[in-house]
């Protein structure tokens, strides 16, 4: 049985503001990718961890929000990084972000974001609105 959202490809970049978002579209079928930062999601460090022992691959939380989402281990702040989130975002339906405005804009990997927030007319998850919204976000009045 599939999905409602079945081929639908979902890159997620997101904290734990929006590891939700990226659980449910994992739920409803979606190819949910998590990606993460050398060291592993800060998600990997929130308690309860299993049987009170702390460590990366024992987090409940992280374990809850990342079920369904495949992972990858990506730095998109260096140029390799970088490249390889540009062609996995040219390929992504979705994209789930929660860093503060302007923090990915300033980094090598310009170009996935710019394509991803002007040119796109697909949703794209931000913790500035904490909603869904669009390229035509743009248009509506501020306190949207």
Known sequence: MTGALDGVRVLDL????????????????????????????PLRSIPPFWQGVEGP????????YSAGKRGL?????????AATLSRLAARADVLIESEPPGTCSSAPA???????????????????????TTPTAAKMPAWW
């Not at 997101?14 to 999601?41: I, M």
């Not at 691959?57 to 809850?64: D, P, V």
């Open 57 to 64: 691959e024992r987090s409940l939380f992280f374990w809850f």
């Open 110 to 132: 310009t170009a996935a974001w710019r394509l991803t927030s002007t040119s796109w007319p697909r949703p794209v998850v931000s913790r500035a609105r904490s909603a869904l």
């Open 14 to 41: 997101s904290d734990q503001q929006g590891a939700f978002a990226g659980k449910l579209l994992a739920g409803l079928g979606a190819d949910v990718v998590l990606v993460e930062p050398p060291g592993g999601s």
């Open 73 to 81: 281990t990506l730095d998109w702040r260096t140029a390799a990084g």
